[in-house]
């Protein structure tokens, strides 16, 4: 397939550079130094004991590199408004475009099933609607990831999770397509992990919890996922897991989950920061729109009252304002 990674850092970089060993013709939507990097070495996956160095194609203008069979979005949600700018010449009619982002996805309103509530406005997550008109609801893929990773310098990406690189994908409408079974062939070809799943959405709110109920205390405190396991802040991410839980259910996903099972005595919680802190760290850009005040819209449309939730809301949107990194 001809696939272009559209923002090819630690996740993109890791899936693009699999997906070019794997015989792909792959291309890559970067900037500044990591695109100097590429350009002149290739892009280089570590992975274990495995070193992968991919000849993939760099740009920072997706003019230079045409029409694609797909289009993964690896950039951020806080991020896509550039994307919208620019995307156009990687599309085709039917040219599926997945994107690969933590939290509420903008699309998510569109191919809701009649069985389910109607979602909030989540117009914030499209401003102007740029990404509607640029893509297309009928190009959106919805698409989540499990995978660890991180630039170790420009060019050259660490996966720290060699065995759990998973990239569930499908239509909006959770219809099958042979645009979906092509895409999901690739991936699975190249080494990633892709299930088929009845119910993106289920797997939207499912990554969703860890974010909404746990980054955000890491944020909070500025510390790894290992504070997660202190007595004091495993209790408050049980009750914030439990009402982000209410949510999700309130609006027709009942998870197979629990403040125990996330949460309990047996539970490893890894030496790690999550992105979210990472960026207010690093001063980038936070997806605060996507992982906090969208589910709490959600939360507020169906009437469940969510004390934490709304506490941990107020307070990750004054870190970030004062900082200049996020605009309420």
Known sequence: MRICVYGAGAIGGNFAARLSAAGNEVSVVVRGAHLDAIRARGLTLLSGDKRIVAPVRASDRPADLG???AVLVTMKSSGQAALAESVGPLLRTDTPVAFVQNGIPWWYGHGLAAS???APDLSRLDPGGALAKAVGFDRAVG?????????MEPGVVRNVSPDRNT???????DRPSPRIDALRAALVGAGIASPATR???????HKLMANLAGSTLCLILGQPTTILKTAEINRLCRRAHAEALAVAAAHG????DSPEQRYGPTRVYPDHRPSILQDYELGRPMEVE?????????????GVDTPTLDAIESICVSLSASKGLYTP
Request: glycine share 0%; charged share 20%; no cysteine.
């Open 199 to 205: 119910d993106i959405r289920y797997d939207v709110w």
């Open 67 to 69: 029409p694609q069979d």
């Open 143 to 151: 698409a989540v990831v499990t995978s660890s990773n991180h630039v």
């Open 167 to 173: 990239l569930w994908v499908a239509e909006t409408d």
């Open 290 to 302: 996507s992982i906090v005040r969208a589910p709490l819209a959600f939360a507020r449309s169906a």
């Open 116 to 118: 389910r509530p109607p």
């Open 253 to 256: 996903v009942v998870l197979d």
